[in-house]
């Protein structure tokens, strides 16, 4: 039977930009509130943590939330294809309110132990493994292609607002309320997120006929809709590579960009004044980079940009552990941020504009895995190479292997080639 081809959102009129959209824009607010909101909770529950436990306790607590959220995060994007991104996005949002003001409520009348921290960080992984990949497969059905890039740089900017805000927000809950003001105020973003969510109007995505698409997809259960997913990706001659050109950049940008930075500054006798300059030298050109797609929209030749600002990055990456003062290793940050803010943008434009949409919101997850679920595994080996080797040969292998993933992406053809959809 052959499927019905519907046309995609936004073809029959034309298109609104991203940034004019009041349906896009309100997507963003809930994003932007929800990001604010991890970044409080993440707070709180080290502190909390901090304040009843062992620093071997601590460590565990902060550490075991990442570990249902990479063995669960592929059954999440099957969730999201299977019962539509939307309704997981606002369910996983909902428990995610219930489980942190549940927590602030009990602060308040006892001090929990490591134990019930533990409890928590467990769950709110769970719930992120089902959020994160239907949070990513919801742009294509909020906006027309051609503004997809738009969006990406706008969740960007989001990001980058969460990093700048969250953090010293948390901070001063944490200080002036205790850990369970801190808890209290996440939960109520994440309540906010999830009002302006159901406020979202979701437009249904194109039925489009494929030859790789299984038909009986429908009756299929769990694990075959998984393993198609995965065949899916592995035989598709853009997103194959490109999640190649993904897992690649983040293994050799986390690791050097979060920890390794952080033991160079002590290394050098920057200090942590002088790693900040690095890190908002970074965020600074990360959001100049989001804010060009956000307001550009489209960039031609996509793919051979995607490529080439990863293997610039991956210098830039190199650099950093080289340069002799402070103000040159800020300028390689500023270019570390611009060329992985311009990457990443892309990189998630391709893959929502390459994806069938029946397979979207696995393909999210896949890509999700590697940069929030595998990557961060990376810091104990980051850390313990330092230890043996020294600050410099760790940044020289970690660029050379996020340069390996954009030098692979050149060498595919139909990457290097790929477009987005005029807008």
Excluded: K
């Amino acid at each position: 039977m052959r499927a019905t081809v519907i046309p995609p959102v936004g073809e029959s009129a034309p298109e609104r930009p991203a940034h004019r959209d009041a349906n896009v824009l309100r997507w963003i607010a809930a994003y932007t509130m929800s990001m604010v909101g991890d970044s409080v909770y993440f707070m709180a529950l080290a502190w909390a943590a901090t304040r009843s436990g062992s620093p071997t306790q601590v460590g565990v607590v902060l550490a075991v939330g990442a570990v249902p959220r990479a063995l669960l995060m592929l059954g999440g994007g099957v969730l999201a294809d299977r019962w539509g991104p939307r309704r997981v996005v606002i369910g996983s949002d909902a428990a995610r309110c219930l489980v942190i003001l549940t927590v602030a409520a009990a602060l308040l009348v006892t001090a929990p132990g490591p134990g019930l921290l533990i409890a928590v960080a467990l769950v709110f992984g769970v719930v992120d493994a089902l959020f994160l990949p239907a949070v990513g497969a919801l742009p294509p059905r909020i906006t027309a292609p051609g503004q997809l890039a738009r969006v990406q740089g706008l969740r960007g900017l989001a990001a980058r607002v969460a990093n700048v805000t969250g953090g010293p927000l948390g901070g001063l809950l944490v200080a002036f309320g205790g850990p369970a003001a801190a808890f209290a105020v996440a939960g109520a973003l994440f309540a906010g997120s999830l009002a302006l969510l159901v406020a979202v109007r979701i437009a249904p995505l194109p039925v489009r006929t494929t030859t790789e698409a299984p038909a009986e997809a429908a009756e299929a259960g769990p694990w075959r809709e998984l393993t198609d997913g995965v065949r899916y990706i592995r035989h598709h001659r853009v997103l194959g590579p490109l999640m190649l050109v993904i897992a690649l950049s983040e293994l050799g940008f986390v690791g050097p960009l979060n920890l390794g930075l952080v033991l160079l500054a002590q290394e050098r006798g920057w200090g942590a004044g002088g790693m900040g300059w690095v890190v908002g030298a970074f965020g600074i050109g990360a959001g100049a980079a989001s804010l060009l797609l956000a307001v550009r929209g489209r960039l031609p030749r996509a793919g051979l940009v995607l490529c080439l600002s990863v293997v610039g990055g991956s210098l830039a990456i190199g650099a950093v552990a080289f340069v002799p003062t402070v103000v040159l290793a800020a300028v390689a940050g500023l270019f570390v941020g611009l060329l992985a803010g311009l990457g990443g943008g892309l990189c998630g434009a391709l893959t929502q504009t390459a994806s069938e949409p029946g397979y979207l919101g696995r393909v999210t997850s896949v890509s999700t895995l590697f940069t929030l679920g595998i990557a961060p595994l990376s810091y104990p080996v980051t850390g313990a190479a330092v230890g043996l080797w020294g600050t410099g040969p760790v940044f020289v292998v970690s660029a050379a292997v996020c340069g390996a993933g954009g030098a692979l992406g050149l060498a595919f053809t139909a990457l290097r080639r790929a477009e987005l959809p005029g807008g």
